[in-house]
């Protein structure tokens, strides 16, 4: 037998979500049995509509109100009844301005997001590694550094055998763990590289904090490593990692003894790509651990019922031990402190080498800048409700006369505020919601553990900027005396000065257009990184990850496809950390910093760097390294040997070891991070070092069939290796053009300009209101459209002149600031602010344009036929 | 308390409840004034009229006990109090004496 029908499931979660529980039964039993009988009357598809329309009917105040009995049980306080009723006068004259309430709801809640999303990032920064068992008794030993002149420098590091060393000679330390951060790791599995965030952890590091496995060990060997479940997804997938290895282009194979199982990297100071031995870093450093660099963050887990302050005696104590190991050869003392581990963040004060840690000033300053977007929806109420006060002061006068006391009416107009600041809150959350289905960005985290707490910080977060928002208006509107506001003595132009109100819109409008201008340079910066092809040549550069596979054979293939101009091949792609090595004009001097790259004359070729002095590598077809390099103009100043022509010829030390002649120097160019500084680059010869294979192409229409006609060639040389290979244009693209960023970026500008124009539109439509009839007896004089137009329009015009007046230099000066930090920067696009410029000031005086124009429609029989 | 004035529809309502008096609960009710009036009426207006009643004063009413047709669900049942029984003979006298008060010659 068929189940019998059902009416839409829906309507019944609504039903039993909105109504008292009590009521629900008997509504859902009278609604079943109506709908059961109206089958067998009217059918199963009109039943499902008629029990639809009962429930949506069933949905009215009175019925869920909690239930009756209760209700008459319980005498409501007097106070809720006034309370009542301010939020009922409050809605009603929510309801008597729709347009002004339109507005100010409008441009709070269009605000309100980024604040709350602020808002979010500072309650997780108050939940950092409060997911560890007994976090409570794990400190951070943190080291204040004072240096020879007496300068204190404080530091969250310490030294790297501080931990064993403590756990030896302290009582009451139950465990220790050490960690060092490497964040300039790469790591290989043959076919695709990444770059890596590492940290060298020893085996007691687990035991302390709990990062549970997914499947394999911990690390205990040297060489062996724990990956992060995202880094597992990116080299293996789905696969089983465990005894692959990786390459570590410096420090040799990997093991993979253990993969991590996920966890959210923004909720913890330990963000890590993949964890390796402590034992590591002293195999990488090549010297056994030393007391002086501060290099190891150093955690003890004090026994139950210590306290800190037992804990910071002890360590003072061994301070001075400390410095006798360190050695008088050192200039500095140190001294230890514990810090527990909630205490570290967000830290109070600065510290050095504190990776992922919030202090509270930046903090502070971050939600400060968000809050710029609320004052500005916050000075639209202010302006609008001053704006009206002349229909507003009848009112204050009658309830005055009728004995309403002044902290009564200051608490009416709060409550005005405060409603529509909680109704924009409700506006506000759903447009939350929708940008976080929409944005992903990584460093953005929706995780909150307290939601409770985010709740009630949402909520007080609300009165304050209700009350604030409320706070001058009440305060002038209820000031007003009885006698004037009722005689009419007060005149419009005397409620709230007209200055204030413009020098509000000036305000706004050079914010906005300076965030606007601050957007659009950071685009033009962006758009210049990820499309740059004046550095070196990106067009059309197809990279190919050799693999260790580097046959002539291929390569001779490769070269007959008929796009392929030109084969070449480098030890790394640009773009990329570049590997480092030294240089030096003679054995026995210092060694200078470099960037190494072994490359082969095609390469620098493609890439079109402009040789400026000498000639191009010169091709050996040979595989053994060639003793001449080409240098950029830096090494040639760094080394101080002459001008670019002088060094021609010079010898010069690459790595210690290799003896080489210079025989070109090409021009500085960016070949990694625009912000950092020029430093030396060599470029040698040395098809031993080759791991990618560039193909310069011919500007081709559709890449996708070249790929493939290489894929097949890499097949028939290679058939047990997929092939690796992309893009070097679309790759940078990538790498530099932060798209969710500037999504959010862009959706802010937006936002701060909707509620510029809102209130531009909230003073138009008032000032229009009052002078409504000024411009009708002008017409009546003979005045024409474009003259009132006009006329409306000159007093916006000159405010919005002002504020770009002081919103151009100041834009400029954020600009020149920006590219400060930005060695290879793109200038100033001032064609970029132009068009930001005459985009807003465009859509402004369109407004002023569009309302003034209305004005003027109107017809002087109907306005002046009142008076 | 609200005020005793008694609209339309309370009325047709207060009528409904008292013919089908000892079972008159929200369908019964629905059906009755649909059967009665020959329109369909919503089950929300129906709800909140016995509220209206019932906070006035016109109606009482208490949990019945739970039945099978109704999936173990109970029913409110209403019933007419003495003051809702005068508010209806008030109504119906009032319409008499307007009725009377029509002059012969109106509809002749």
């Given at each position: 037998?068929n ?5 839409p ?50 949905l ?7 239930h ?6 319980y ?16 809605w009603?004259?929510?309801l008597?301005h729709?347009l ?40 951070r030993?943190?080291t ?10 404080n ?5 790297e055998?501080?931990?064993?060393y ?80 990786l ?37 990488a ?7 002086t660099a ?50 570290i ?58 004995g ?65 928002a ?58 210049y ?6 550095n ?7 990279t ?7 046959t ?10 008929k796009?392929?101009q030109?084969?070449?091949y480098?030890s ?21 910093p ?51 022509r ?25 070949h ?85 124009i ?26 024409t ?28 000066a ?6 400060s ?14 068009f ?32 | ?15 409904a ?9 929200g369908?019964?009710v ?6 009665q009036?020959g ?11 016995l509220n ?18 109704r ?14 029984r005068r ?18 010659t109106?509809?002749?």
């Amino acid at each position: 037998m068929n189940k019998p029908p059902r009416p839409p499931r829906w309507a019944t979660y609504l039903l039993h979500g909105l109504c008292p529980p009590r009521r629900a039964e008997e509504l859902e039993g009278d609604l079943d049995e109506l709908f059961q009988q109206r089958i067998g009357e009217v059918g199963l598809h009109r039943a499902r509509w008629r029990y639809i329309r009962d429930v949506l009917s069933l949905l009215r105040p009175s019925l869920l109100k909690p239930h009756q009995p209760y209700y008459l049980t319980y005498p409501t306080p007097a106070n809720t009844v006034m309370l009542q009723n301010y939020v009922k006068i409050a809605w009603r004259n929510l309801l008597k301005h729709k347009l002004f309430s339109f507005i100010n709801i409008l441009g709070l809640s269009l605000a309100i997001p980024s604040a709350l999303m602020a808002l979010i990032q500072i309650v997780n920064y108050y939940e950092y590694d409060t997911f560890h068992s007994d976090s409570d008794r794990i400190v951070r030993v943190i080291t204040d550094e004072k240096q020879k002149n007496g300068e204190i420098a404080n530091w969250a590091s310490s030294p790297e055998p501080l931990a064993k060393y403590l756990q030896k000679n302290l009582t009451g330390i139950d465990n220790s763990a050490t960690i060092v951060r490497d964040a300039d790791w790469s790591l290989s599995n043959g076919i695709k590289t990444k770059g890596i965030h590492a940290i060298h952890a020893d085996a007691s590091f687990f035991q302390l904090f709990n990062f549970p496995l997914e499947k394999g060990a911990y690390t205990a060997e040297p060489n062996t490593i724990v990956l992060s479940h995202e880094t597992s997804q990116w080299f293996f997938k789905d696969a089983n990692p465990i005894g692959n290895s990786l390459e570590h282009p410096a420090y040799g194979s990997f093991k993979i003894v253990g993969v991590l199982k996920p966890f959210n990297q923004q909720k913890t100071q330990f963000r890590t790509d993949v964890i390796v031995p402590l034992a590591n870093y002293a195999l990488a450093n090549g010297k056994p651990a030393n007391w002086t660099a501060l290099s190891a963050h150093t955690f003890l887990k004090i026994a139950p019922g210590k306290t800190v302050a037992t804990l910071n005696k002890q360590l003072s104590e061994t301070s001075a031990e400390i410095d006798k190991l360190i050695g008088p050869t050192s200039n500095t003392k140190l001294f230890f402190k514990a810090q527990p581990l909630s205490d570290i963040s967000p830290s109070k004060d600065v510290l050095e080498n504190d990776p992922y840690v919030q202090d509270l000033g930046s903090i502070y300053v971050n939600l400060a800048f968000q809050l710029i977007m609320i004052l500005l929806a916050s000075l639209n109420y202010i302006n609008l409700t001053l704006a009206r006060s002349v229909s507003r002061s009848r009112e204050v006068g009658v309830r005055k006369v009728m004995g309403a006391t002044k902290p009564q009416l200051i608490l009416q107009f709060l409550t005005e505020s405060t409603l529509i600041s909680y109704i924009s809150l409700g506006i506000g959350l759903l447009l939350l919601l929708l940008i976080k289905s929409q944005v992903h960005v990584s460093w953005l985290t929706w995780d909150v553990d307290h939601l409770g707490y985010l709740i009630l910080l949402f909520l007080v977060f609300n009165l304050i900027l209700g009350l604030a928002a409320g706070f001058s208006p009440s305060i002038i509107l209820s000031s007003y005396q009885p006698v004037s506001v009722l005689k009419r003595a007060l005149s419009p132009g005397g409620f709230g000065k007209m200055g204030l109100r413009k020098s509000l819109i000036v305000i706004q409008f050079s914010i906005a257009l300076v965030y606007i201008f601050f957007i659009g340079h950071a685009y033009h910066q962006i758009d210049y990184m990820a499309n740059d092809n004046e550095n070196y040549q990106r067009a059309n550069v197809y990279t190919i990850n050799l693999a260790g596979n580097l046959t002539n054979r291929f390569a001779t293939d490769v070269g007959t496809v008929k796009e392929v101009q030109q084969v070449g091949y480098t030890s790394l792609n640009f773009g990329i950390s570049p590997t480092r090595s030294s240089i030096k004009n003679r054995k026995n001097e210092a060694a200078r910093p470099a960037f190494y790259y072994a490359v082969d004359p095609a390469f620098i070729n493609m890439m079109q760097l402009k040789v400026v002095a000498g000639t191009n590598l010169i091709d050996r077809h040979s595989t053994l390294p060639s003793p001449m390099v080409v240098v950029n103009q830096k090494t040639v100043e760094d080394l101080r040997i002459g001008s670019e022509r002088e060094a021609i010829g010079k010898l010069i030390v690459v790595n210690d070891t290799l003896s080489a002649t210079i025989i070109g120097v090409v021009a500085n160019f960016c070949h990694y991070d625009y912000e950092r500084k020029i430093e030396p680059v060599v470029f040698q010869y040395n098809p031993s070092l080759f791991k990618v294979m560039c193909l310069k192409t011919s500007p081709v229409a559709d890449r996708k069939s070249l790929e493939s006609a290489i894929e097949g060639l890499w097949k028939r040389h290679n058939p047990y290796l997929s092939l690796n290979a992309s893009w070097l244009d679309t790759d940078m693209y990538d790498r530099y053009y932060p798209y969710e960023y500037m999504q959010l970026a862009g959706l802010e500008s937006i936002v701060i300009f909707v509620i510029a124009i809102l209130g531009l539109i909230g003073i138009l439509v008032y000032s229009l209101e009052k002078r409504t009839k000024e411009i009708s007896i002008r017409k009546v004089m003979g005045a024409t459209s474009a003259e009132v137009i006009q006329l409306m329009s000159t007093d916006f015009v000159k405010l919005l002149a002002i504020a770009a007046g002081i919103a151009i230099p100041a834009g400029i000066a954020i600009a020149l600031y920006m590219n400060s930090y930005l060695i290879f920067n793109n200038g100033v696009s001032y064609l970029t602010m132009l068009f930001l410029l005459l985009a807003v000031i465009g859509v402004a005086l369109g407004t002023v344009g569009f309302f003034s124009w209305k004005a003027a429609q109107t017809n002087p029989a109907t306005t002046l036929k009142v008076d | 308390m609200k005020g005793t004035y008694l609209g339309e529809f309370e009325e047709v309502v207060l009528l409904a409840v008292a013919i089908r008096s000892g079972d008159a609960y929200g369908v019964a009710v629905v059906n009755e004034i649909e059967q009665q009036m020959g329109r369909s009426v919503s089950l929300g207006a129906v709800h909140s009229a016995l509220n209206r009643l019932q906070e006035k004063g016109l109606v009482d009413s208490e949990l019945g006990g739970a039945t099978a047709e109704r999936g173990g669900r109970r029913k409110r049942l209403y019933t007419v109090t003495a003051y809702g029984r005068r508010a209806l003979e008030e109504v119906r006298q009032l319409r008499n004496q307007m009725w009377a008060a029509i002059p012969q010659t109106t509809w002749s």
